[in-house]
């Protein structure tokens, strides 16, 4: 596997750093990946894997990469994004939120390397966030599965109560209602990022159970496949799944980390890089919607529609007034929509969500 | 209460849930079956892992570049075989520590699939068949189960009730476990215990093979690296758990995948069973079963081979 070339590699060129002195590596920016999954996983890690190479293919020898998969989250990545920050990598993306207290501590152990951590809020001076705003995709995902479900039940695999995940299962609902506000959504926490079969599995359970169509918080096209199979429709996540599903695949929520990876190391190169927190959507081009198929032209241009009004920021997905589970009207804390920080630390359901936030 | 009840009984006797339970158990008892004939022998391969998703990747590339299921679980076969022969040739040729063989051959495993499946990644394939018989499987509700499944679901049974035959009926698998439970003796008796062992080494390996293609040939039919998530470790509890028993090893495989099946499927229902509680149900089960073999003496006890992970020495 690439992996152990690349440890391989990064072992050669620590051990050539302390040989030769560093001469050499101060002319190229060294810039370091942590991925939760496989790069393979055709999902979460498999996109900022296509950032990556988009950043060395734009910087051209400017920089150079390394990538370390398969890192588990907890305590136990220090190891791993300390061993980057020894080997001489000056940036570092840590590219999941179960990465983020340990990035923390690798930043204040090392102050002179640059870290960037995905989804998560704890932010340093050497350490920025960023994020990518999934729930504008997932609002309009809502809307398509509202306008295409017959049995008016959205099935949902989710991997772990994180605000971004329980924001995502807010918007889409949010997205359902705004068609059909009968919908309901029935969800199965498969707690993991990354188990095909278990994500096939809860797949087939949903379905049973009645839903038409599928969404996941995972990263595996298993449910996808599952669905095509049972010739209902699914949402891709993160990647574009439509080979596992042809007919099945409605759209998907996809990620483009390139030009961000790009602007950031480039920041690095010209000494201007800040502790910042970005968070993209539509607009910048981070979220992408895979081509919108399998669904009448209707439905399609009120998808587009959405779409434009987002980007445009005519419209917020968390418009208020919004009500959640028990009743209560939410605060609004950003004007005629929640704000940023409300949305990034989100621990409550929205009204009509019949499930209860594990560990609640 | 009772209507939460109803909804249960009629979840766990749908036909869908014991399908998808059947599917979810398949490759657990593949793989561990594998491993039961292993330990019996007096050998622990702790690299089922790395075996499973190795006979995964080769499965896939070989049933992606033949067309046919049946090439492919071959491949997945030979690939996990040929693994474990690495480890034989370690433990049994070289008397390396099995502990440390065992979680290297997990470690080669998931990288050497990575390196071999990289090339199939997103790739499709024909999802392996399903049985039909006439009449049979299409008698209501039980057709489906008895004969409607894809052929590895009923291998998996027909083998481990070869096992079971061989371990308990045939000189051979009294010789084996012989060799299980005192290698110094079976030695002095005669017996070729290195090559015995390698024997069940590499059918070991070849079964965690054939649960790994099982993953990508029919479960979820496509390759992505580390798509095993942990089932080979659960196979080697479930070895444990059978107290190194066949029969319990089918009891303990199915239970397993009931039990994280309805894990998942009773969520939905919001019962108010927290889903950390489901889904640790399955080790907390090993853990009461470990206690109770530890307690219990005689037939219904534990059939740990005495010389389980022991390095055997002819000369010594």
């Not at chain 1, 607009?283 to 980007?311: E, F, L």
């Not at chain 2, 495989?253 to 069973?273: D, E, H, K, M, R």
Request: a neutral charge.
């Amino acid at each position: 596997m690439k992996k152990w070339n690349i440890v391989a590699v990064a072992a050669v060129l620590a051990l050539a750093a302390v040989t030769f002195g560093t001469t050499y590596a101060a002319e190229k920016l060294k810039v370091g990946f942590i991925y939760t999954g496989p790069i393979g996983d055709l999902g979460w890690s498999y996109q900022h894997d296509v950032g990556r190479k988009a950043m060395e293919k734009a910087l051209g020898d400017k920089v150079e990469s390394t990538f370390l998969e398969n890192v588990p989250e907890g305590p136990d990545a220090e190891r791993s994004i300390e061993q980057l920050a020894r080997s001489g990598h000056k940036l570092i993306f840590t590219t999941s939120f179960g990465f983020m207290d340990a990035t923390l501590k690798v930043a204040n152990k090392y102050p002179n390397v640059f870290f960037e951590h995905a989804t998560g809020f704890k932010r340093a001076k050497n350490m920025s966030t960023y994020a990518a705003r999934f729930y504008e995709g997932r609002y309009i995902q809502g809307q398509i599965a509202a306008k295409m479900s017959k049995t008016g039940v959205i099935g949902y695999i989710v991997s772990f109560p994180i605000p971004e995940v329980i924001s995502n299962i807010n918007a889409t609902m949010l997205g359902a209602q705004s068609v059909n506000p009968n919908m309901k959504v029935k969800i199965i926490w498969v707690n993991s990022w990354f188990d095909p079969g278990k994500e096939a599995d809860a797949a087939k359970a949903l379905i049973d159970q009645g839903a038409d169509m599928i969404t996941q918080h995972t990263d595996s096209p298993a449910a996808t496949q599952i669905a095509e199979q049972r010739g209902i429709h699914s949402f891709g996540e993160s990647s574009d799944m439509i080979k596992f599903g042809p007919k099945a695949q409605l759209t998907a929520d996809t990620d483009y980390w390139g030009g961000y990876y790009t602007k950031r190391a480039q920041d690095v190169l010209d000494g201007k890089w800040k502790s910042e927190d970005t968070w993209g959507g539509l607009d910048s081009g981070m979220v992408v919607m895979a081509p919108y198929t399998n669904m009448p032209d209707d439905v399609k241009k009120m998808a587009m529609d959405t779409q434009a009004a987002i980007k445009s920021g005519k419209f917020h997905p968390f418009k208020c007034p919004i009500t959640d589970q028990d009743g209560k009207t939410v605060e609004c804390k950003g004007g005629d929509h929640l704000d940023p920080g409300q949305i990034l630390s989100m621990n409550w359901y929205v009204k009509g969500i019949d499930d209860k936030i594990p560990g609640k | 209460m009772l209507d939460a009840l109803v909804q249960i009984f009629s979840l766990i006797f749908s036909v869908n849930f014991i399908l998808t339970v059947i599917t979810a158990s398949t490759p657990l008892l593949l793989a561990a079956s594998g491993e039961l004939v292993v330990e019996r022998s007096g050998v622990l391969n702790l690299g089922i892992e790395g075996m499973m998703i190795m006979g995964a990747a080769c499965g896939f590339a070989g049933a992606f570049m033949s067309g046919s299921t049946l090439i492919g679980a071959l491949c997945g076969i030979v690939a996990g075989a040929a693994l474990s022969a690495v480890f034989a040739f370690l433990t049994l040729g070289l008397a390396v520590n099995q502990v440390a063989a065992g979680l290297a051959l997990t470690i080669l495993g998931v990288g050497l699939s990575g390196l071999i499946g990289a090339g199939f990644v997103g790739e499709q394939i024909v999802q392996a068949p399903r049985l039909y018989l006439p009449i049979l499987t299409d008698l209501p509700v039980i057709g489906r189960i008895l004969i409607g499944e894809d052929a590895f679901v009923y291998f998996s049974i027909a083998l481990i009730i070869a096992i079971w035959l061989f371990l308990y009926r045939t000189r051979a698998g009294l010789v084996l476990r012989a060799v299980g439970d005192n290698h110094t003796s079976a030695h002095a008796l005669g017996y070729p215990v290195l090559n015995i062992r390698m024997l069940a080494v590499l059918f070991g390996g070849g079964c965690a093979g054939l649960g790994g293609a099982f993953l990508s040939l029919a479960y979820t039919p496509f390759f992505i690296p580390g798509m095993t998530a942990g089932r080979g470790w659960i196979a080697l509890a479930l070895v444990v758990f059978s107290s190194w028993r066949p029969g319990r090893l089918v009891i303990g495989a199915y239970l397993f995948g009931a039990v994280s099946i309805l894990g998942l499927a009773l969520q939905p229902l919001q019962l108010g069973v927290p889903q950390q509680l489901m889904n640790s149900l399955p080790y907390l089960a090993t853990v009461i079963v470990l206690v109770l073999i530890s307690r219990t003496r005689g037939t219904a006890g534990s059939a740990a081979p005495a010389s389980l992970g022991l390095v055997f020495v002819p000369d010594r």
